[in-house]
């Protein structure tokens, strides 16, 4: 089975072709495989803005989502014909830009005459590591740290969420990307934030880990911002000189609250097995703390390869593929469409 996924939930156009076996019963050996995938980042256009810029983005993403399928069909050697189902971001995001994912995934499926399925952004995060050389095995606990989401889930199969905990107000991400633009290191800040901190020493200032001891597995991430311009404004003139270790403090004292209470959610839940997945997770030293922390428990963890940790098409065909192949969806040949701009993880099955 052929599926063709689109992916316009946010500022990135991602299409992508992967490949399943058929069947029902999926079995790693048969984990679907991505034959193609492309992708066009929107952040040149929004950097001018400081940010995302909603009506921006959904024109982009007309632009680019047919010549990109044409390069996917292309370097993948297939034609559009071949397609059995056509798979989109369904939701959470940006309605408009959703809704052109939407609108050109349900054209397609009515002009080609297959099925449709929409897919939660959030599980295409989830399960795209299955598309790296190292594919995890269920149950696992999962970290799921992007722009808009930092959740840690308990996934004991393809559709079996169970939420342990989660951000309060801002999202890791979000963290980053706002303590990126005080300290004027400009959008999308946490490559930026962190490349800077490389420079930097993390012990230099002591930033605030809100809800690190105790409160189950919620986080929150909204004082660290204040901190941050606190210190910047203290910091005055000499700001400047110190940015390096400013940004190393406060990716610290992130990666930090991450760790923590990713361990206590292994400790709560029993399991051996943690995913890292989202676009906070190609975070160096997000990675390599981790990595530390669970050889020393003798646990495994996994991560998506680098290039699909953030926004792409691969993951939803991916999502879509897994849901087919363990009965969990049945694309219909239905093309009328809505799209889901708030829709909760845990709420995957309920009706819109
Ligand atoms: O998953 P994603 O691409 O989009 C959402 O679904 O939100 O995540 C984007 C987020 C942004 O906040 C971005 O600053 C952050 O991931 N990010 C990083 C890194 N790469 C992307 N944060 C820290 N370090 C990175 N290397
Ligand atoms: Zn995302």
Redesign the pocket.
């Known amino acids: 089975m052929l599926l063709l996924g689109f992916e316009s ?2 500022d ?1 156009t991602g299409v992508a072709l992967v490949e399943t076996d058929g069947g029902t019963v999926p079995a790693s050996s048969a984990l679907p495989r991505l034959l193609a995938h492309a992708l066009h980042s929107q952040v040149a256009m929004h950097q001018a803005y400081g940010g995302v810029v909603p009506e921006l983005a959904s024109r982009d993403h007309i632009r680019r989502v047919l010549p990109l399928s044409d390069a996917v069909l292309a370097e993948a050697g297939r034609t559009l014909q071949q397609v059995d189902v056509v798979a989109f971001t369904r939701g959470p ?1 940006l309605a408009g830009a959703l809704l052109v994912g939407a609108g050109v995934a349900c054209a397609l499926g009515a002009s080609l005459g297959v099925p449709v399925l929409g897919i939660h ?2 599980e295409g ?1 989830l399960l795209s590591p299955f598309l790296s050389a190292d594919p995890p095995e269920f149950p696992f606990v999962a970290l799921l ?5 930092t959740q840690l889930m308990r996934v004991d199969a393809v559709g079996r969420y169970e939420m342990l905990g989660e951000t309060i107000d801002d ?4 963290a ?2 706002k303590s ?1 633009k005080l300290l004027g290191l400009g959008y ?4 930026a ?3 800077l901190a490389e420079q930097g020493r993390a012990d230099a200032f002591r930033l605030p880990r809100p809800l690190m001891h105790g409160h189950g597995l919620d986080f929150s991430f909204a004082g660290l911002k204040t901190a941050v311009l606190t210190q910047a404004k203290k910091l005055g003139p000499e700001l400047e000189a110190r940015k390096a270790d400013l940004a190393a403090s406060t ?1 610290a004292a ?1 990666v930090e609250v991450l760790v923590k209470k990713s361990l206590a959610a292994l400790d709560q839940t029993g399991l051996q097995r943690l995913v890292v ?10 990675r390599a703390q981790l990595n530390v922390a669970c050889a020393k428990r003798g646990v495994r963890v996994h991560y998506p390869e680098l290039h699909l ?3 792409n098409g691969a993951m939803i065909a991916m999502a879509a593929a897994m849901r087919i192949q363990s009965g969990l969806a049945v694309p219909a040949k239905a093309y009328s469409f809505d799209v889901r701009p708030r829709w909760p993880l845990d709420a995957i099955d309920t009706p819109a």
């Not at 999202?171 to 979000?174: C, F, L, N, P």
Request: glycine content about 22%; aromatic content about 2%; proline content about 5%.
């Open positions: 939930s946010c990135e995001g952004h959030l995060h740290v992007s722009g808009g989401h999202a890791a991400g979000e980053f990307d990126a999308p800040g946490g490559p934030l962190s490349k990716q992130i997945a989202g676009g906070v997770g190609a975070n160096r030293e997000l940790c953030t926004d």
